[in-house]
Structures are given as C-alpha cells and as structure tokens.
C-alpha cells in the first residue's frame, strides 16, 4: 500500500511514527513521512495544505501522529483531507488516542488507541487484502456514530525484534511554507535543542514506567494492561541501531534516551550497556531518571562512557501535592538525597542535572507554592530548572478530577493549554512569580550564590503579606515577560 504517514510534533527526533514508518516498510509498504516540525503557527496555511496535493493523490492510506498539544492541526489537517480526497482513510494513533480515543474517533476514520507494533501492520495488510479490518485489536473505528473499541493486545515486549527507526530521508518531506524534501541540513538545523543547543538524537530504549502520576498519560497504559511493564531492549541491539543511524546522521553530537527512567535497569544491564556504549558510540548522552531506583552505583557506572546530563522529576516541594494531587510515591527526601549524590559529580565529571518542576497548578495552596520555591533556593547553584505549567492531558486522573470540580472545560484542541504560550492561569499570584523568576536567575546569572541570597530575602512571609495587596494581574505580567525572556535566550543560544 502507499501510505502517507504525518508527524506534527514541533520536533524532528525519533518518536513513533518512525517506528511505525519502519514497520511498514519492512513489510515492502511505501512509505511517505510528512513532517510539520515547528511549534508555531498552529495551523497550516492554504498553500501549506495544498502542496500535499502531489503525495495526497498518489497515497492509498493516510496516518497521522497525534499529540494532545497539537491536535487543532491533526483536526484541520483530517477536514482537509477529507474535503478533497473523499474516500481517503486518515488513521490517528499517538499518543493523544491512547490517552482520549473517544475524542480522536470524532474526526479519524479510525484510532490505534494502545502500541501499534503490531496494530498497524495488521490493519493496513486487512485493508490491502480486503479483508475486514474493522476488528483489528488495539483499533477503534466509529460505527453507526457510535465508537466501537477492538480487544487489547498484550504490552509488546519483543524490543529487539523492532526495525531500526526511519531515517531514510529519500522519502521524508518538511512541511514548512511548502513542501521541502528533506535532507541532512534541513534536517540537521532542527535538532538543536535544549539544554545545549547542539545536534541531539532522541532515542528510545525501554518502555513503561513503575510509576502512575495523574498527570500523564503512563496511566492510560496501566488502564489499558492493568500495568505498564518496564521493557528494554538488549545493550547489543541498542548499538547495532545507534551505529547505523549514526552513519547516517554523522552530524549529531549529542544522544538524549527517552526512556522514563533508564535506571530501571538493574546494574549488571548498566555495565554491560555502559561498556558497549564508550566502545561502539562514544558520545556524550543524556538520561531521565526516577529517584527511586537511583543508585550511586548505577550513576558511576555510566559516568566513565559519557554520561553528561541527567533529567529528574520532582514537581512539587510539598509532600501533600506528590501524594494528593499527582499521585507520585516519590519522597522529596529521596529526590534530595538523589540530587546531592547527583550534584557532587558536577565539577569532576562536569556532570549536569536537570530537575522538573511543575506550576501554575490550581490544587495548590500559596504555602505549597513557597515549599517548591524553598526546595529550589535550597538546590546546589549548578542545578538546572525545567519550570513546566500543569497542563490537563484528556483522559488523565487530573484532567477527569478538573473536569469534575468545574476547573477546566471540556478537552478542545483551542482550549488546551500548548507549551510556548504558558502565562499562569491559575496561580496568579507572587509565589508563582518567585519560582519563575528564580529559574530565570538561574539560568543567567554567575554569581549565582548571591543569588540565592537575594531570592532568599524575597521569599521571607511579611514580604509574602505585602505583596498580596498588589494586584494578580501585575504577577502574571511579570511571569509572562521573564517566561519570555528566558525563551527568548533559549532560542538565541541555538541559533548561535
Ligand atoms: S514518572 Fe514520569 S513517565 Fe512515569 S508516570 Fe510519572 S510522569 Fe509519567
């Protein structure tokens, strides 16, 4: 079959419909992958959708990968297709549709609503033979306006058996003011990204994570399995696929792994992948982990084969937060005592760590908020801050508990809260102000201890008292401009 697969994440680096594009394609499918690749404009212009005509009216199926962020541009993009392609199938699947499949199947002919590993082949072999393929497993299709949900398949736990991700840019197009062929420059330019701002591959080695926090969309998994099995693929075949997608794109200087905690690896796993991985790959590589099953021992593992930077949630300082709201049995004391350990390899190994925090949550009271700033004043100077705004993905506990107290509407693509456009919403006010404005300090002040001196003072109560008589406008303001200016930096570094 000829299939046009879309991808209209804002970045370029491995995520699903790679995957799925190799998957097809080993089974001898013509593949053509359409990337949109950028976070603003939402929508794509009149000339953007008519120069998909060229591939639209060649493709005997249609795909698209969807994020919750961006599914205005997967509706407009479906409603496009349809209006001019009648009897084209577009198929959603990503992780919008597992997380709300009910929402996706208002627009899609059909929804991949769990793994596609197997899925997706399956339902594009029963459409090429002419099979009935409204009862492909992990699929969901509308009949009689209603939704109708095919069993689930069992997690799919052979990793190793997986194709390589695609990267063959021959046939891979960016949709960008028109359509562009893609190719090593184009290609090369968007994947500078933070925290250093040089040529970064995004892989994924493992899935599932031991942990459920309300607001992410692991829970649909656990939902869906009754678990979300932690599953890795072998050191060996890591590097066979690192190898060969590196030949390809010689230009990265950097490896950022997906995984949700690559320290669900058991120590032996480490030093067999640790050993294989200065040998065969060599670059200096990234990890997310969970402080729960750190271990100093699995860090110095991975410290001699190139490890520079780690990535670690903590959300919140408050304890009744973690436990209440977000569902995590992550204690701050072990988050604390991980970031120490963490933190003492920064000078020797110039080792980086980067900490998320999540704000502008309104389950929170003001003394919450100035627990979170205190855990952030009290962080090693060397630590960076990831500052993300509590955004309610469909489907999950927190969107459900929202929706009920009456604090968000109804999922819609306009409604949703998109990453790049975060102003607070719901904690306007000078703690709220504080957190961001310390991240900003952070991130661009040397002296940084007199800094943390300085944000000390202003965190103290009777300058809390004080400035609550200043309007909640005037800290929203003020969280915008410094968000701004922060990204603003953030941008200007790539571009450098
Ligand atoms: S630890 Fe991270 S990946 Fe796992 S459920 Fe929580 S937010 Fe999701």
């Not at 089974?27 to 212009?45: D, G, M």
């Not at 060996?236 to 190898?243: N, T």
């Not at 990453?419 to 961001?436: A, D, H, W």
Request: charged share 25%; glycine share 4%; aromatic share 12%.
């Amino acid at each position: 079959m000829r299939i046009t697969l879309f991808n209209l994440s804002p970045f370029l680096s491995s995520d699903g419909s790679r995957l799925i594009a190799a998957i097809l394609k080993r089974a001898n499918h013509k593949v053509t992958s359409i990337y949109v690749a950028r976070l603003e404009p939402l929508y794509c212009s009149t000339v953007e959708l008519e120069s998909l005509d060229s591939i639209l009216k060649q493709s005997d199926l249609v795909m698209i990968g969807v994020y919750s962020t961006y599914v205005s541009r997967a509706i407009q993009l479906t409603e496009f297709i349809h209006s001019r392609y009648p009897g084209l199938k577009v198929i959603w699947g990503g992780p919008h549709c597992i997380s709300a499949p009910e929402l996706s199947i208002r627009y899609a002919d059909g929804v991949c609503f769990s793994e596609g590993d197997e899925a997706v082949l399956e339902l594009v072999c029963r459409m090429e033979s002419g099979a009935d393929y409204l009862n492909t497993p992990n699929m969901a299709f509308k009949i009689d306006e209603a939704m109708f949900q095919n069993k689930v398949l069992k997690p799919f736990c052979d990793l190793d058996s997986l194709p390589y991700y695609d990267y063959e840019f021959a046939d891979q197009y960016l949709l960008d003011k028109t359509l562009l062929a893609m190719d090593r420059e184009k290609f090369r330019q968007r994947i500078s990204l933070y925290p250093y701002n040089k040529p970064t591959l995004y892989v994924l080695t493992a899935r599932g994570c031991p942990h459920n926090c309300s607001y992410c969309n692991n829970c649909r998994y656990t939902a869906l399995f009754g678990h979300n099995p932690i599953r890795i693929q072998s050191a060996d075949r890591i590097m066979d696929e690192l190898e060969c997608t590196l030949e390809r794109l010689d230009f990265v200087e950097f490896l950022g792994f997906g995984d949700d905690d690559f320290f669900a690896r058991s120590i032996e796993e480490l030093e067999d992948f640790a050993g294989k991985y200065k040998h065969r790959i060599g670059l200096p590589f990234g990890i997310a982990v969970s402080a729960n099953s750190f271990q100093k021992k699995k860090l110095e593992v991975l410290l001699d084969s190139g490890l520079k930077i780690i990535q670690m949630g903590v959300q919140s300082g408050s304890e009744t937060v973690l436990k209440e709201v977000f569902h995590r049995k992550i204690k701050l004391s072990k988050t604390r005592e991980a970031v120490d350990q963490i933190a003492f390899y920064h000078e020797r190994y110039n080792l980086d760590l980067l900490l998320d925090f999540i704000i502008d949550n309104p389950y929170e009271s003001q003394d919450d908020i100035i627990k979170t700033y205190n855990y952030i004043l009290n962080l090693p100077p060397s630590v960076m801050l990831n500052i993300f705004f509590l955004s309610f993905f469909p489907g999950t506990p927190i969107y459900e508990r929202a929706l009920k107290d009456g604090i968000i509407e109804p999922f819609t693509g306009e409604s949703f809260r998109r990453y790049g456009r975060n102003s607070m919403k719901y904690q306007k006010n000078y703690e709220t102000f504080l957190i961001i404005f310390s991240r900003y300090l952070r991130s661009n002040s040397k002296r940084k201890k007199i800094v943390m001196a300085l944000m000390r003072a202003l965190g103290i109560r009777p300058l809390r008292v004080l400035s609550s008589i200043l309007p909640p406008s005037l800290y929203a303001s003020l969280g915008k401009s410094m968000q701004i200016k922060t990204h603003t930096k953030m941008k200007n570094t790539a571009k450098a």
